[in-house]
Each structure stands twice: as structure tokens, then as C-alpha cells.
């Protein structure tokens, strides 16, 4: 089956530091990756996607590349914020179904 | 402006109760999806919609149960013989035309706890 395995948190850093969240995945066939983040309190929005190899999705200084040889979908960010604080989720999809298989979350704590 | 209202924010019920969650979304979105939210588990999908009185079992249907008379609405009843109720429920919803795949749009969840 297909899964989604992230580094577990938390993860906790000064403001201004290089953040990488790591994500794995195992699918059947090639699919869609994507980042997803959540605040506080409050449901899931989308950060930054990428549909095939190679592809790197960019949203609000965080980066991540499509990297099929490695099945890696890293995030990365090169100065982290303290309103970056939040849980990040990983996630791929094979279908235009949308059935989006999540990882286990990330939770990411910035300190002033 | 346009989005998904999931309500109440928080809920909680006596063992044995059925309990029946909201969500409307007014983006017009055929797909409608209910996730649930343990912690370290991430989300698992529980059921999802493509069309209205249409509707599919996800990984974990047991003791829920949906319907989807309207196109902008997707209410989930937890019913009693759900073992673990308790947890985060997320309602999201996708487009089905246009760009593939469509990102998913969540509501702010609700929180319901069984005592």
C-alpha cells in the first residue's frame, strides 16, 4: 500500500535557523506530493505541492524537491520565523480522486 | 468569502450517543471528504463523496456513518458503536475539474469528546 513516514517531532529551533523536515514515501505507482501545515487550533491548508520528479514546490520561503530515486520529499526553510510554529504534514495522492495518504505530522516550535 | 464551516468547534457526548458533526462548504466543490485526527497518527481518512448521493468508505468507516443530500453539505454521525470516538474531525473538500490534483480545502475542525 502507499504511506507517507516523517521524522518525528518535535522539532525545536531558534528564529532565524535552517529548518529540513524530512518525508518519505512508499506508493504503488507516481504520485503527487504535498506539504501540508496547521495552525494552532485550526484545520490544514496547503503549503507547496509538486506533481512530478524533479518538481520543486515553493510557498513562503519553504521549499521542498520531488525526488523520485529517493522517494524524499524534504521541506526546507532557510530562516525559520517564529509564526512559523505550527504541525506539518506530508502527503501524496496517486489518483484524481484526491485520497490524500498523510504522514504522521511534524510539529515545529520557533523561539525568539 | 468562500470556504468550509465545520461546527461546533468543540463537542462532547455521553457514551452511547449517536452524535452528528457539520460541514458546508460554499465553494461550490464537488468532492467532500472526513478525516480524523489522532495525535502521532496524522489524519485517516474515514469517508469521502465525489458526488451528491454518492459516497465511499475510507480506511477507518467503522461506527461512522454520512450522507450527502446536497452538494454543499457532508454531515458525519459518530454512532455508539464506534470504539474510540474521540478525536479531531476534519472536513475537506476538492474541485473536480480543472487543475490535477485539485488541493484539498479544510475546515477548522471540530473536537468531540465521548465520556
Known amino acids: 500500500g502507499n504511506s507517507v513516514t516523517q521524522m518525528e517531532g518535535p522539532v525545536t529551533l531558534s528564529e532565524e535557523a535552517f529548518l529540513t523536515i524530512n518525508c518519505t514515501y512508499t506508493?504503488?505507482?507516481?504520485?503527487?506530493l504535498f506539504w501540508y501545515v496547521q495552525y494552532p487550533g485550526e484545520g490544514l491548508q496547503l503549503l507547496l505541492k509538486?506533481?512530478?520528479?524533479?518538481d520543486k514546490g515553493s510557498n513562503k520561503g519553504f521549499e521542498a524537491t520531488y525526488r523520485k530515486e529517493t522517494t524524499s520529499f524534504h521541506l526546507e526553510k532557510g530562516s525559520v520565523q517564529v509564526s512559523d510554529s505550527a504541525v506539518y504534514f506530508c502527503?501524496?495522492?496517486?489518483?484524481?480522486?484526491?485520497?490524500?495518504?498523510f504522514g504522521g505530522g511534524t510539529r515545529l516550535m520557533v523561539k525568539p | 468569502d468562500g470556504g468550509i464551516t465545520q461546527s461546533p468547534k468543540y463537542l462532547f457526548r455521553k457514551e452511547g450517543q449517536n452524535v452528528t458533526l457539520s460541514c458546508e462548504q460554499n465553494?461550490?466543490?464537488?468532492?467532500m471528504y472526513w478525516y480524523r485526527q489522532d495525535p502521532g497518527q496524522g489524519l485517516r481518512l474515514i469517508y469521502y463523496s465525489q458526488i451528491v448521493n454518492d459516497f465511499q468508505k475510507g480506511d477507518i468507516a467503522e461506527g461512522y456513518s454520512v450522507s450527502r443530500e446536497k452538494k454543499e453539505s457532508f454531515p458525519l454521525t459518530v454512532t455508539s458503536a464506534q470504539k474510540n470516538p474521540t478525536a479531531f474531525y476534519l472536513c475537506?473538500?476538492?474541485?473536480?475539474?480543472?487543475?490535477?490534483?485539485?488541493?484539498?480545502?479544510f475546515g477548522n475542525g471540530t473536537r468531540l469528546t465521548v465520556t
Open positions: 506508493a504503488t505507482g507516481y504520485p503527487s
Open positions: 502527503a501524496l495522492t496517486l489518483n484524481a480522486g484526491n485520497m490524500l495518504t
Open positions: 465553494l461550490n466543490h464537488d468532492a
Open positions: 475537506a473538500s476538492s474541485a473536480a475539474g480543472g487543475e490535477k490534483p485539485s488541493p484539498l480545502h
Open positions: 509538486a506533481t512530478k520528479a524533479d
